[in-house]
Antibody
Framework: EVQLVESGGGLVQPGGSLRLSCAAS????????MNWVRQAPGKGLEWVSY????????YYADSVKGRFTISRDNAKNSLYLQMNSLRAEDTAVYYC??????????????????WGKGTTVTVSS | DIQMTQSPSSLSASVGDRVTITCRAS??????LNWYQQKPGKAPKLLIY???SLQSGVPSRFSGSGSGTDFTLTISSLQPEDFATYYC??????????FGGGTKVEIK
């Protein structure tokens, strides 16, 4: 079964740090791009970060750039998100999501087809 | 960043109704548009990719259409399990994928 399982969430004070993990199983992790997406309480979805299959290409949302670091260990089938200088507005459920591309009429269409159940991060004093 | 605007933000419908949700992009995104369904306390689930391609395992009552800036998700006959929040997402900008604000489909 294709599965993503996040862990590492919890309560942290403003300015603190947290490291999220995402364990992948049921597919060849090293062949897929990965993303982190978050959802603040009662709000919509916000893309946070992207990493290519090899880890050589990384993107961040402006809201987390310079504070969060995405990484992966293909030997351990794991994705990570190191979160530093946390703020109250970082409070959210954090999902890891697999990125997949379909080729239609010679064009690549990218989407997130497998999602974990999420891990909750609460930033509060 | 490309802004995605969904309408309506919520709607009430009955089982068996035809439901249409609209998503508008702030610039042309060709067909780089995905739709997701999210139920309370659950992770999002991919329904439609590339504007109109049905993800494997998704019931055929779901369909997507549109290109450029205007897109539509249609549920041809609403079922009890379809009451959820629906999000569009553009993948035209690979550096900055963005989601719409969501449309909550509630029971009338």
């Amino acid at each position: 079964e294709v599965q993503l399982v996040e862990s590492g969430g919890g309560l942290v004070q403003p300015g603190g740090s947290l490291r999220l993990s995402c364990a992948a199983s049921g597919f060849t992790f090293s062949s897929y791009e990965m993303n982190w997406v978050r959802q603040a309480p009662g709000k919509g979805l916000e893309w946070v970060s992207y990493i290519s299959s090899s880890g050589s290409t990384i993107y961040y949302a402006d809201s987390v750039k310079g504070r969060f670091t995405i990484s992966r260990d293909n030997a351990k089938n794991s994705l990570y998100l190191q979160m530093n200088s946390l703020r109250a507005e970082d409070t959210a459920v954090y999902y890891c999501a697999r990125g997949t591309a379909a080729v239609l009429l010679y064009y690549y269409y990218y989407y997130m087809d497998v999602w974990g159940k999420g891990t909750t991060v609460t930033v509060s004093s | 960043d490309i802004q995605m605007t969904q309408s309506p933000s919520s709607l009430s419908a009955s089982v068996g109704d035809r439901v249409t949700i609209t998503c508008r992009a702030s610039q042309s995104i060709s067909s780089y548009l995905n739709w997701y369904q999210q139920k309370p306390g659950k992770a999002p689930k991919l329904l439609i990719y590339a504007a109109s391609s049905l993800q494997s395992g998704v019931p055929s009552r779901f369909s997507g259409s549109g290109s450029g800036t205007d897109f539509t998700l249609t549920i041809s006959s609403l079922q009890p399990e379809d009451f959820a929040t629906y999000y569009c997402q553009q993948s035209y900008s690979t550096l900055r994928p963005t989601f719409g604000g969501g449309t909550k489909v509630e029971i009338k």
